[in-house]
């Protein structure tokens, strides 16, 4: 049975629909990183989910070739997962979507290192001849936030995100959007295949005392 992270760590990848708080720890990611409206058919987000999903399975399906990585185990590829943030914008607006900034990202299995993803990037370059120089490997610590699942469309989103601030004053923090700290999310259900209405996003936002 393969490895699933969203399984394994519901407390990260299946939160209920009411806010919670959470810590979150050091992980390592495959990202790309870009601005744009995610929603333009040839623009820099599509390009940036295509090269992720290249490089992530290039790893995943390592085990059949020559290459052997210390420690692998069979996993099922983790959630496609986004940063996002507007330049000049205090407070996030749905309606300003060119103006976004993005870190798309896949999280890498604790087992793949460096050397690992430096490999990768060589393998898929040379057998799907396309340029990977922007996928990154992406060490973060997210640490303390509040997260809650969302269920609905992209830009029904602020009501989710209202009753997380709501909580979270409460419960007497206060958001701590930062350079360094962005709006988080991850993406469960493909749009592809999903009504606007089913589809799952976890809603994930930094926070302090």
């Known amino acids: 049975m393969a490895f699933d992270y969203k399984k394994e ?3 990260f990848y299946l939160p209920k629909n009411q806010p919670s708080i959470v810590k979150i720890p050091k992980m390592n990611f495959i990202a790309v990183r870009g601005e744009g409206d ?3 058919e040839n623009g820099a987000y599509k390009e940036a989910i295509r090269l992720l999903y290249n490089i992530a399975f290039t790893i ?3 085990y059949k070739g ?3 990585i210390e420690g692998y185990f069979s996993y ?8 996002w943030w507007q330049k000049d914008f205090e407070i996030f ?4 979507k060119d103006d976004l900034c993005f870190i798309a990202l896949i999280r890498l299995p604790d087992f793949v290192c460096q050397k690992d993803f430096d490999w990768a990037i060589q393998e898929a370059t040379k057998k799907k001849k396309m340029n990977f120089s922007k996928v990154e490997f992406f060490s973060y610590e997210e ?3 509040i997260q809650c699942m969302h269920i609905g469309s992209y830009d029904q989103e602020p009501i989710t995100i209202s009753k ?10 206060k958001l701590d959007i930062s350079e360094n700290r962005f709006h988080h999310e991850i993406y469960l259900s493909d749009p592809r295949r999903c009504e606007k209405s089913k589809l799952k996003t976890v809603i994930r936002l930094p926070i302090k005392k």
Not at 76 to 83: A, C, I, Q, S
């Open 143 to 145: 640490g303390l936030c």
């Open 76 to 83: 099922v590829v983790p959630p496609l997962e986004g940063f």
């Open 38 to 40: 995610p929603n333009e």
């Open 60 to 62: 995943k399906m390592s």
């Open 93 to 96: 607006d749905y309606s300003c």
């Open 66 to 68: 020559d290459y052997n």
């Open 9 to 11: 760590y519901k407390e």
């Open 164 to 173: 997380m601030h709501i909580y979270m004053q409460e419960q007497g923090y």
